[in-house]
Every structure is written in C-alpha cells, then in structure tokens.
C-alpha cells in the first residue's frame, strides 16, 4: 500500500494528526483515526473526506472544480475531493477538519 504516491502523499500530510493509522475502506486505502474513518481513497483521481454536511455544501459551493459529490453519497456526510487539483495546504486544511470530525475530544485537545 505504501508504494501508492497518493497514499504516501496523504500519511505525510495527517503525520502529525494524533492517532492516525492507515488501513482500508471499502477495499481501498484509507486514514483513520481510534478505527474511525476519516479519509479514503476511492480511486486514482478521487479522495473521499468525512465532512459535516453543513461544510459539504458550503465547500462544494465555494470551490465546485475541487469538491463534489455525486448521487451515492449525497445525504451523507461525505465529500469527494479531485485528488490532483488539491494542492497540499488545501488537502492539510480538509485532512485536519475531516480528522477533527471523528477523532474523539482527548485526541482533539491532544492536537490543540
């Protein structure tokens, strides 16, 4: 797994993230934080970050060319992300909120 840019491009950018291991997801590379996932790849091209819905629609609105969703996961909590267009601040800032998301309060103080 670890030969994959893309996954090795996101362990480097959630390293500092307390409690963040690498396992999959629906058969696909994924970061998780406590077993919690956070953020999966889904294929080459595409990232999927587990978002509050209230930040889904606002960041799909706001930057449409890199965050969409399609059918499958609209009502969900879940934003896909154009993996190439991210630059590393960008995904950093989404890979942190999405952390944030489902690490548990002793984690997040721990980051903080």
């Known amino acids: 797994m670890s030969d994959d840019p893309l996954l090795a491009r996101l362990q480097r950018l959630a390293q500092d993230l307390p409690g963040v291991e690498t396992g ?3 058969g ?5 934080v406590a077993g919690k996932l956070f953020m ?6 595409t990232l999927v970050l587990m978002v509050p819905l209230d930040d889904k ?3 799909i609105e706001m930057a449409p060319e890199l965050y969409y969703e399609t059918d499958h996961y609209r009502g969900w ?4 992300v154009r993996a190439a267009l991210v630059d590393d601040t960008e995904l950093l800032h989404r890979l942190t909120e999405s952390w944030r998301f489902k690490a ?7 980051r903080d």
């Not at 696909?28 to 998780?32: M, N, S, V």
């Not at 999966?40 to 091209?45: E, G, M, P």
Request: net charge positive; charged share 35%; proline share 7%.
């Open 104 to 110: 548990s309060a002793k984690l997040r103080k721990q």
């Open 77 to 80: 909590p879940a934003l896909l």
């Open 24 to 26: 999959t997801s629906y």
């Open 28 to 32: 696909t590379p994924a970061l998780k």
């Open 57 to 59: 629609e606002r960041l």
């Open 40 to 45: 999966r790849i889904k294929d080459a091209d």
